[in-house]
């Protein structure tokens, strides 16, 4: 299989961000959650230690991949996260209840018309820091936080489908 270069540079989330996006979300133990670029698996590990959630991390990254799986063994959560090595420009998301992805603006526009096609009414998406042009988000929440020292502003975007 032969997978398209990154659009993006890994950029990953600490931890306080993680927990932030989870709570966001309104994350409880029911819903099935998907990171379409999951990197290390972060999100999803930690969604599924804290909320027993169920978890699909989706990356095009080999070695990310592997890392992501590896973590999920060693958090013991690896029963409930499936991860994958694939293009999630053709990937089914269908039986998702939230979707998160930190993409560049131009990736999530891509990504809108399969959002809305796949995916069940109610679903909950939340975007790090770029929204999906003129479908305004129903929430937006803003946290400064400390990075190696310095303060960052981080936008946090939450959509529903069928909710616009």
Known sequence: MTLPKPDIAYIPCNQE????????????????????????????????????TRGVGIDIDPKLVEQAKQKAIKNRVDKQL??????????N????????????PHLNLRLRPQLWKQLKPGT??????????????????????????????VNLYYWEIGRR
């Open 82 to 91: 499936e991860i994958y090595l694939q293009n999630l420009f053709i990937s």
């Open 17 to 52: 961000i993680v927990e932030a996006i989870l709570e966001f979300a309104q994350i409880n133990s029911e819903d099935v959650i998907y990171d379409l670029g999951c990197g290390d698996g972060r999100i999803l590990i930690t969604a599924a230690k804290k909320y027993g």
């Open 93 to 104: 998301f269908a039986d998702a209840d939230v979707i998160f992805i930190y993409l560049l």
């Open 124 to 153: 909950r998406i939340i975007s790090r820091d770029f929204d999906m042009g003129d479908w305004k988000p129903l929430q937006q929440l803003t946290l400064t936080v400390e990075e190696e020292e310095e303060q960052e502003e």
